[in-house]
């Protein structure tokens, strides 16, 4: 019986010791690692010093609310969806790609949207494109949107004053929009779309500039029923000049 104990003893010893080394080895094993197939729900991309340069994941793990990504606090109204997100080298988002789709009661309703932004703010590009049924109507657009954006902008900083502008709104609407249009003086907030290229909710198809607030100034292109156009507008939208001229 004691042999035996002694024997047991030292066998339970040694195969602990070679699943240790085992482990061991099978983790410094140099060279890429080969798998067929794998299902997982996240992956974090790191840098050696442990900054997340990308994120893929799907829906219930995209980060957003209390989540922090390189020690930074990531957009908390932002709905989830499944996709990536990109971090420059100092840790900030600059970007990403999102989609979804599903079928609702009369329709359905699907998009796809590839960003990229300034640095330490918000899409400056990006790749849209959007498809909506209710009934029997049905809107698809897409487009490349390339945007202007505040020059003092700061991921951090614009949430903040949103909360600030948000809570000041429920209590005085006005005062949250003189509030806001005097941080937009100051290049906080703001911004505007320039230039799309694309296929509009109406069903033009072509190029569509516009101002620094953001209002229609010249549009090239192709209308639903096959027409070449060149439409020109004022500060206010209106149409000042077209090509070819509207016959009276």
Do not use: W
Request: aromatic content about 8%.
């Amino acid at each position: 019986m004691k042999r035996e104990l002694i024997f047991l003893r030292a066998f339970a010893f040694a195969t602990v010791i070679g699943m240790v080394a085992i482990t061991t080895l099978a983790f410094k094993e140099k060279g890429n690692q080969k798998f067929s197939e794998i299902d997982v729900e996240r992956i974090n991309i790191v840098e050696k010093d442990g900054t997340v340069k990308l994120v893929i994941t799907n829906v219930d793990k995209f980060p957003n609310g209390n989540d922090k990504i390189n020690g930074r606090p990531t957009n908390e109204e932002r709905k989830k969806r499944a996709g990536m997100l990109f971090f420059n080298e100092d840790g900030i988002e600059c970007g990403g790609l999102i989609y979804d789709g599903q079928k609702s009661k009369n329709g359905h309703s699907s998009g796809l949207s590839l960003t990229y932004d300034q640095y330490d703010g918000d899409q400056v590009m990006q790749l849209l494109t959007e498809d909506s049924k209710e009934g029997d109507q049905r809107f698809v657009s897409s487009s490349l949107v390339f945007n202007d954006r505040p020059s003092k902008e700061s991921q951090i900083k614009t949430g903040g004053l949103m909360k600030e502008l948000d809570n000041l709104g429920k209590k005085d609407p006005k005062a949250a929009d003189e509030k806001y249009k005097m941080y937009e003086a100051q290049g906080l907030l703001g911004g505007a779309p320039r230039i799309m290229l694309g296929k509009s909710r109406s069903e033009n198809n072509g190029l569509f500039l516009f101002d620094n607030k953001g209002m229609p100034k010249a549009m090239f292109y192709v209308d639903k029923e096959n027409n070449a156009k060149l439409d020109f507008f004022d500060e206010k939208g209106n149409t000042i000049a077209s090509f070819p001229e509207k016959k009276k």
